[in-house]
Structure formats: C-alpha cells, structure tokens
C-alpha cells in the first residue's frame, strides 16, 4: 500500500497537466499514486492522460481508467465526472483516495522532484494521529516561497493560526490524513453554484487537530487567469449561497478570533444580499456580531457590484 495519493482536479488543462505528470516522473520517491479527476473537461484531457499509461496495464472503468505509467514507476486513475466544479472534484477524490495521505496539486501546479520524499519522510518521522497532517511551502513558478518561509523555531501549528496570528499569510501546500477528510466529505453544494472553495473541508478538520510544519518547497504554483484564485467578485456574484455557507462556518470555528469571525460576519451579509436570503440573521450563528456588521456587510455588497460590472 503506498503512503500517498496525489489527487488533482483537472478542467481543461491538458495544455499544462503534462507539466504536473513530468514532474511526478521525476519524483525521488515513488511511494504514492496519482488521481487525476476530469471535471467534464472538453480539450482531450482523457486523451493525454491516456497516452501516458502502458497499455498492458489499463483497466478500464465504468468513469475512466488506471493503469501504470509507461515507466512502470506510478500508477495513474483517471476519473471523468459531469462538470461540478472545483469542490465536486475534490468530492470524488476523497470518496476514492485509500492512501494514509492526500495532497492535491492543481492541474497547472507541479511538485518539485523531492516532494514526495520529503512529504513521506516527514510524516513517518515526526506524524501521528494527533495531528491532522503537514503544512508544506507553495513556491512561485519561476522561484521564491510565496509568502516565505515558516518560523524556524514552530514545528507545528493550528491551520488558521498561520493566517489570523500573522504567522504566514499566503498559500501553502496542506498534505491532510485521508480518514479526516472521509469524515468532513463529500462537501454538500447549491445547484447552479460551481464555485464553492473546498477548503471548507479542511477548515473542519484543521479546527480540531494542528498540523506538523515542514519548511520546504511541496509545489511550484503558476497561477492562471481563469483560475479559482482568479476573479473573486465574480465569484462572489455566481455563487453567494456557497459564500454565505463558508462564512456561516468560520463564524463557528473554535480556533477564529472574535476580529476574524467580524470580517466573516461582513461578508456573510454582503453574501446574504446578493442571494437575496430572507433568513440571514436567523441562520447566523451570532447574530449580535451579525447586526453589527450589517453596514460593513452593504458597503461590502456594492463593492462587489461595481467591480463585477
């Protein structure tokens, strides 16, 4: 059984996922498998997955295939789902991960040659079931740790302490147990709203357990301009009942302090507006902080409609 899947959600990127399977190829450890989920993707994206595989290895399936690369080092499932959006994605790889760990790496994402090593090292070395897995570093495409580098004396941390506590405020590569995530998955959704970001999984899980720093780079991160991190206003606008869920539950986190929980508050309201929910205040999980946020939460709205106009 190996120790790690590499799961990545895929729509439309067979013009960059050939950068994430090199840099698979080139891992120093080869103690993990690969999920690729095509998010109905319409570019020949199952093609070039195919192209990949030994073809005295498939085994075909009823929604996709698996099979090992023609290297013989990793084995490779290709799942294809209807179009669902980014957390539909992640969705399907939790219900078919049976690894310990789980790392997603984005379809224009790659890892570094020795991530894996140092991802499986570090988790037999130092993991256990105290905590919920590793934070590693996302670096730039062409160099440098995106928000820098960690503390060097903090060995571990809770998830949100890194962002609300000011310790490192910019992404970072979460590496999570796979049974902690079954526990919080599938992610349930609106219809009509594909934008709904998958971290609210983690943030439940990661309220409960901290997780175990590692000051090294997991994954070179090129951000693309129709991306998830591309284009919030519009997201916002497209889906706000996704929005206003994810609000609902940072207000409830144990580990958000009462300043964090107020800004959430602010945008649970501007989310509220634009979904035109007459049950705001009586589905807020603090209603005070809620009221209180009501101007902020107005202004916030007609923000979001000028910049999506």
């Known amino acids: 059984m190996k120790t790690l899947t590499v799961f990545t959600p895929a729509y439309n990127r067979a013009h960059t996922l050939g950068r994430t399977y090199d840099s698979l190829c080139r891992q120093t450890c080869k103690d993990f498998k690969w999920l690729i989920v ?5 570019d020949g994206t199952r ?29 490779i499932r290709y799942i294809y789902k209807e179009n669902g959006g ?3 994605g992640y969705n399907t790889a939790y219900a078919n991960i049976d690894t310990e760990l789980n790392v997603c790496i984005d379809s224009d994402d790659y890892m ?5 090593e140092k991802i499986v090292n570090c988790w037999k070395i130092r993991g256990s079931k105290k905590y919920a897995g ?10 440098g740790a995106i ?50 970001n998958p971290v609210y999984m983690l943030l439940q899980v990661c309220d409960k357990y901290p997780m175990l720093l590692l000051n090294e780079n997991l994954c ?44 959430s508050a602010v945008h649970y ?19 005070l902080l809620t009221i209180l946020a009501v101007p902020f939460g107005v202004a916030l709205f007609f923000l979001i409609k000028i910049k999506v106009k």
Request: a negative charge; one cysteine or more.
């Open 112 to 116: 570094p040659d020795d991530a894996v």
């Open 220 to 263: 070179f991160v090129d951000y693309q301009d129709d991306g998830m991190a591309a284009n919030i206003f519009k997201q916002y606008v497209d889906s706000p009942r996704s929005f206003s869920k994810l609000r609902i539950l940072e207000m409830q986190l144990t580990r958000n302090p009462m300043k964090s929980k107020f800004r």
């Open 147 to 196: 928000g820098g580098e960690f503390p060097s004396e903090m060995s571990e941390c809770y998830f949100l302490d890194l962002y609300v506590k000011g310790i490192h405020k910019a992404d970072t590569k979460e590496v999570m147990r796979t049974d902690l995530m079954k526990q919080v998955a599938p992610q349930v959704g609106f219809p009509g709203e594909k934008n709904f």
């Open 269 to 287: 309201v501007a989310s509220c507006i634009l979904s035109r929910d007459g049950h705001w205040l009586k589905n807020s999980p603090h209603k």
């Open 38 to 42: 095509d998010d109905g993707s319409t």
């Open 134 to 143: 590793i934070i590693g570093l996302d670096f730039y495409h062409m160099g």
């Open 47 to 75: 093609n070039t997955v195919e192209s990949w595989i030994n073809p005295a290895t498939m085994q075909p399936a009823a929604d996709g295939f698996s099979g090992t690369v023609l290297s013989g080092d990793f084995e």
């Open 86 to 88: 980014l957390y539909t």
